[in-house]
């Protein structure tokens, strides 16, 4: 996954202002039922009237949620979907049997209120672990979004899933066919801090108007999720509650029958785009992020080296600090290579940041420092480690490690 | 380890304000040869005329300073060691051919100075990494050092080996024998970030009176850091540079043979005191830090387990924030023990602070919050695990994540 996104020699459009509404056939709303004190809106609805075929992933973190543990159940059931309900502020989490009961009774709620069936609702939450849902509020605010559903609501539900988040993270992308008719991807997703691999550390719903098989699907989401955002990091750590849904609702006349078929091949490049886009845009929200560094390790004998390397230097608190200060401190990249448990030679390590060579053989070299502190300046930094040992390559983005992170994660009380 | 060391039933005195020179037979000085713009002590003689068993321990980091590659190197030839040089300010890390050829031409000023033989001298260095040595300030420092040897040198010896460190960190024991002749371990440490296990992360010089083969020393320091420096972190980081090292002179007239052997099962509980006391020191001068933290994972099956759940809640920086926020978010404990890659049964888990229970099987639990509120704000706090599934356990210190850390690391330029 790149950076910057080379939107070069690539068949889709990009939808200015799109929400995941932007997709016919697909409605949402949001309002503020009382979790977060801040009175900012706290749950929405996802809803597609007709149904849709739906593939999730989901954290892999031992401790998990209650929607998190309901959801994957529903999606054994059935791949049909009508409905989503999103809770921001309150994570459900660790709160045992009532826990769960209150998520089951979020089912029913929905179910009851927008009058579909339970097994076509799927639920999600993000916030605080440990806390119980306030189920009250969780009705009163089922019941205000059920009656505002809007196909103008996706921005509105985009603002309703963000925590720590400061601003809403969308990317819409359509594909023109023969047939007149658009192939239309949308996505919001949220995620601030607790950004690591895994799908262990976000909310990501994607809304399309294709027709497809669950298991076409499944393993798409798979693929792209391990393309995207499995190679992002804020801080190294993992939550318990944190999922990508996607929804394919049939409404246009595009069908993906299997890989080699018809459009796959186009709609595998833009779904790709809109995965990879909102992860980039996870990183630069990061919280307390300053930053967007691509750590890039390349010529590695082996991917899973060229990996553990790029997380190694990516969550090293000393790196993150020394980006944050805009002081191009390479020592500290070296360190953290050097640190990784894996085997290479330390002495055939080339270390450039963006064109620039800044250590050669293991060893610093002279440079412009001039040109690379104006480098150390930019909102956007791409390191390369050349380990000039074999062919694999591998690289992350992640954020700086600022003054805000550590205000913002020591005030967010329980 | 615990955080606190518990001093019952020990058979040995603390010497209150030792130093490294408190033990006859070693003399050391300081003074600032230019390599600090701070005007700081930055070089550091330690002496031991008669000469020394000495063993080392060394960073496991695969870039490593000419000092570790040399120093290791001279143990191999040798282990009576008459003096080493430490300069503060300059890592002499990653700096090729001229790094190495200065590291050993310091042994060279040093052996000239002293009038000894360069076999006998072992170097160490902490600071930025890349930079080359000035030698003739290196020179000049030696010179100094040379002229102003003394018996009351430790504590000036103390300081010159500090960089980003508050304060120094010395410890001293002695042991009284029938012969009335007193064993004495005295020992000195550097080390504030870069905080990590396996011998990665800090700088320690313990000298004592005791006469010890090379073996018995070597086994015992391995041991004694695996129970000590090996269960303390700071930031996850492991640097370049860093070395312990003891200095056993003889010049009491306990002979220590073996491990059956008279005293030595006295003089192993006071040196693993005087490890585990300066590891402590280091954590509680943690860059930034406000508070030291134990994470104790008990009833587990593999102690290994054991390790990697204490480090992942030590090194998550959420959880470290939260600490420096005073917030007693369990929750963090809990997402960061779940994201760890080992097995465990969530279901099982509680988790105290001090007494107090607040996760029973994996969920939150009513507690008394005024109480615990004002545990949180402690300078020093204690959390268990109990995964109630074996008799494995194994504690880490660790600090908390302040707005300091980050404004330190994020100003130490290069």
């Not at 910057?4 to 409605?27: A, H, M, Q, R, W």
Request: net charge positive.
């Amino acid at each position: 996954m790149g950076s910057n996104l080379n939107k070069k020699n690539i068949d889709f459009d990009i939808i200015e202002n799109g929400s995941i509404t932007s997709v016919p056939g697909f409605y949402a709303s949001a309002c503020h039922c009382g979790l977060k004190s801040s009175g900012k809106p706290d749950i929405c609805i996802i809803y597609s009237p007709g149904g849709s075929v739906c593939s999730g992933i989901f954290t892999t973190n031992k401790f998990q949620a209650a929607s998190v543990i309901i959801t994957k159940k529903q999606l054994e059931k059935t791949k049909n979907i009508k409905a989503i309900i999103v809770n921001s502020g309150i994570a459900n989490a660790c709160n045992g049997k009532k826990g769960h009961e209150n998520a089951l009774e979020t089912i029913d709620i929905a179910a009851h209120q927008l009058d579909i069936d339970k097994k076509n609702i799927l639920i999600s939450s993000t916030g605080v672990i440990g806390q119980q849902l306030p189920m009250e509020k969780i009705k009163k605010g089922i019941s205000i979004c059920s009656d505002i559903l809007s196909a103008d609501g996706g921005h509105d539900a985009a603002k309703a899933i963000l925590t720590t988040d400061l601003v809403t993270k969308e990317t819409a992308v359509k594909i023109k066919t023969v047939s007149g008719e658009d192939i239309m991807i949308c996505g919001m997703a949220k995620g601030s801090g607790m950004i690591e691999p895994n799908m262990a550390t976000l909310l990501v719903f994607i809304t399309t108007n294709v027709k497809i098989s669950g298991k076409l699907l499944d393993s798409l989401l798979l693929e792209e999720a391990e393309e995207s955002f499995n190679h992002i990091t804020v801080d190294g750590c993992q939550s318990t509650n944190d999922m990508i849904i996607v929804m394919a609702n049939s409404k246009s006349n595009v069908i993906l029958d299997n890989k080699a078929g018809k459009y796959y091949k186009e709609f595998k490049n833009a779904f790709s785009y809109v995965m990879r886009d909102l992860a980039r845009k996870i990183i630069l929200d990061g919280e307390g992020a300053t930053k967007l560094i691509e750590i890039k390790i390349i010529n590695v004998k082996k991917k899973s080296d060229a990996k553990i390397l790029a997380f190694k230097v990516a969550n090293s608190n000393l790196f993150k600090t020394a980006m944050f200060g805009q002081d191009l401190n390479w020592g500290r990249i070296n360190s953290a290579l050097g640190s990784a448990e894996c085997n290479f030679d330390p002495d055939k390590v080339n270390i450039y940041i963006e064109d620039v060579l800044v250590v050669k053989n293991g060893m610093g070299v002279d440079f412009n420092r001039k040109y690379t502190d104006k480098i150390m300046k930019r909102k956007e930094i791409k390191f390369t480690v050349d380990l000039n040992s074999g062919k694999e390559e591998f690289n992350v983005l992640t954020s700086d490690l600022s003054i805000d992170y550590v205000k913002i994660n020591a005030l967010y009380h329980t």
